[in-house]
């Protein structure tokens, strides 16, 4: 959304607390985007079909739900600080045990407590809410839409790095018939769970501000009812907000967790490839997360976020309709630029639509109502992809794709008029 006027000038300094988050979700997304290149090729050399595959990754984002139904709101309540740092040592414990291990049970349950192969573009997983709700308490204005632009952006850009190093096994004279190969790549989700956990041990968490502070007893009655009005536009708005998000994240569920797998499927493709296609593409995103913001200041965070979406969804359409590896991953990157890039202005819009009391409900609507359908869709994709079927999952991505930014126009095209 358009920033006002007084506040395009004034000072974009962050506060401490939210340049550590950022710097633990640039380490975190290291880890990620080695789990994303490489795990569920890792599933494929161990033999598992694609229904399994997506069975899987559905699992990890089943259980993802779960805690966040239970997180999200207790930030609100109990901090953040805490919460972020329980989700930090399950993650180091779950990359320890995957990567130490060859029992399979081992592998599938470190999976579902961790994540890997979901491409949280760093996020802190289910508790990513709670990471939301701290930087948005802490933020407000041009400051919070800077803030989780640059959280989306350094994301991206960890998730490049890390995807690019799957390549390291191969360079090292190790290729992947070795599957022993797979699991040393964990030390790198590992690695980066332990630096999350340092910065953010060290950092100091705001007290939530409270938007209705106390009024004397003649002025209760009428502060009680504008509370509950806000309240009832604000419940609205996150239910329209539940209702688009689920349609995009059915759409994301279905080939985004298994972009891997069909390059290795659909082209004869290895991990030494794949994982700088990936890296590229995570590249990308980042730029696209410094243009969506740019963009945002001129035509509002909405209109930015339908247009470039809107091109990202021609990108999808026409990806696995050419006949090449090289050409493919061209338009997946392409892709990227214009769908992922705008991660941080749709969080900030997210974060505009209740008050900050209400940051961490806010925070787990948005991750919920994603994350839910979206669990469903890898044993969609992953069925299909498994089945042969290259075509089919992006155009039940696109239609689904198409559909979500029409709700979201409908719903929310009017912030920008209303912070213009």
């Given at each position: 959304?358009?920033?006002?006027?007084?506040?395009?000038?004034?000072?974009?300094?962050?506060?401490?607390?939210?340049?550590?988050?950022?710097?633990?979700?640039?380490?975190?997304?290291?880890?990620?985007?080695?789990?994303?290149?490489?795990?569920?090729?890792?599933?494929?050399?161990?033999?598992?079909?694609?229904?399994?595959?997506?069975?899987v990754l559905m699992a990890g984002l089943a259980f993802g739900v779960l805690m966040t139904l239970v997180v999200g709101p207790?930030?609100?309540r109990r901090g953040s600080r805490g919460l972020l740092l329980v989700y930090e040592t399950a993650a180091a414990a779950a990359a320890l045990a995957a990567m130490l291990s060859t029992n399979e049970a081992v592998l599938i349950v470190a999976?579902?407590?961790?994540?890997?192969?979901?491409?949280?573009?760093?996020?802190?997983?289910?508790?990513?809410?709670?990471?939301?709700?701290?930087?948005a308490r802490e933020t407000d204005g041009a400051r919070?839409?800077?803030?989780?632009?640059?959280?989306?952006?350094?994301?991206?850009?960890?998730?490049?790095?890390?995807?690019?190093?799957?390549?390291?096994?191969?360079?090292?004279?190790?290729?992947?018939?070795?599957?022993?190969?797979y699991r040393w790549l964990f030390l790198v989700p590992l690695a980066g769970s332990l630096g999350a956990i340092a910065l953010i041990g060290g950092a100091r968490e705001p007290r939530a501000r409270v938007s209705f502070p106390a009024h004397d007893a003649a002025s209760a009655p009428d502060a009680a009812s504008a509370a509950a009005r806000v309240t009832r536009r604000e419940?609205?708005?996150?239910?329209?907000?539940?209702?688009t998000n689920a349609v995009n994240g059915l759409a994301i569920g279905i080939i985004g967790p298994l972009m891997a797998y069909w390059f290795a499927r659909r082209f004869g493709e290895h991990p030494t490839a794949i994982g700088?296609?990936?890296?590229?593409?995570?590249?990308?995103a980042a730029f696209?997360?410094?243009?969506?913001?740019?963009?945002?200041?001129?035509?509002?965070?909405?209109?930015?976020?339908?247009?470039?979406?809107?091109?990202?969804?021609?990108?999808?359409?026409?990806?696995?309709?050419?006949?090449?590896?090289?050409?493919?991953?061209?338009?997946?990157?392409?892709?990227?630029?214009?769908?992922?890039?705008?991660?941080?202005?749709?969080?900030?819009?997210?974060?505009?639509?209740?008050?900050?009391?209400?940051?961490?409900?806010?925070?787990?609507?948005?991750?919920?109502?994603?994350?839910?359908?979206?669990a469903v869709g890898p044993v969609i994709g992953g069925s299909l992809i498994g089945d042969g079927h290259y075509v089919l999952p992006f155009l039940i991505g696109a239609v689904l794709q198409g559909l979500y930014l029409v709700l979201y126009w409908r719903f929310f095209g009017g912030l920008d008029a209303a912070d213009a």
């Open positions: 959304m358009k920033a006002p006027r007084a506040e395009r000038g004034s000072d974009q300094s962050l506060p401490p607390g939210v340049r550590r988050l950022l710097a633990a979700r640039a380490v975190r997304s290291v880890g990620q985007g080695v789990t994303v290149a490489s795990f569920t090729l890792y599933l494929h050399a161990l033999g598992y079909r694609g229904a399994a595959i997506g069975a207790m930030s609100d999976a579902t407590i961790a994540g890997f192969g979901r491409g949280a573009n760093g996020a802190a997983g289910p508790f990513a809410p709670v990471e939301q709700a701290w930087i919070r839409r800077r803030a989780l632009s640059l959280n989306a952006t350094f994301g991206f850009l960890g998730m490049a790095v890390g995807a690019a190093l799957v390549a390291l096994p191969a360079a090292f004279g190790r290729g992947f018939e070795h599957v022993a190969s419940n609205r708005d996150l239910r329209r907000l539940a209702m700088p296609a990936l890296a590229l593409a995570f590249l990308l696209g997360t410094v243009l969506t913001r740019r963009l945002g200041e001129r035509l509002g965070a909405v209109a930015s976020v339908v247009g470039m979406r809107t091109i990202g969804l021609a990108a999808l359409l026409a990806t696995p309709l050419v006949p090449r590896f090289g050409e493919a991953v061209a338009l997946y990157a392409l892709r990227a630029v214009f769908n992922q890039g705008t991660a941080g202005a749709r969080q900030a819009i997210a974060a505009s639509l209740t008050r900050a009391e209400r940051r961490g409900l806010a925070a787990s609507v948005q991750s919920l109502s994603l994350q839910l359908p979206r």
